[in-house]
């Protein structure tokens, strides 16, 4: 018993010392916001397409849906006309010391 708690506890410092990951994406037509796993967040202008976050020390890209579908395109062109914006339907793809992650946007 004395062992398995000790185990558990080597196993939990491990992790504690681990790089933090994203968990979360929130794409705009003005931001890229990464949300880690240690509360932090980090920012990138999405319009060149990937670059990196060197706070974060994360690679990203954005790749837009190639073939959104025709409701989706018509929402989308009236929302414009009347001033709103619409998320963008596109795949984040993060890449970093913990490897890499795809997202969906929106979610």
């Known amino acids: 018993m004395r062992a398995a708690c000790i185990l558990m506890i ?3 410092a491990g992790c504690a010392g681990a790089d933090p990951r994203p968990v ?3 794409l ?3 931001a890229l ?4 796993s240690d509360g932090r ?3 990138a202008d999405p319009a060149p397409g ?3 976050m060197e706070a974060c020390g994360l690679d990203w890209q ?4 190639a073939r959104p579908n025709p409701l989706r395109q018509a929402f989308a062109g009236l929302s414009a006309a009347l001033g709103l914006a619409v998320t963008p339907m596109a795949k984040v793809v993060l890449s970093g010391a913990g490897g890499r992650r795809v ?5």
């Open 41 to 43: 967040t980090c920012r």
């Open 10 to 12: 080597c196993a939990l």
């Open 33 to 36: 916001v990464v949300g880690l």
């Open 50 to 52: 990937s670059g990196r």
């Open 62 to 65: 954005v790749l837009p849906e």
């Open 103 to 107: 997202f969906a946007s929106p979610p």
């Open 24 to 26: 979360s994406v929130r």
């Open 28 to 30: 705009s037509n003005d």
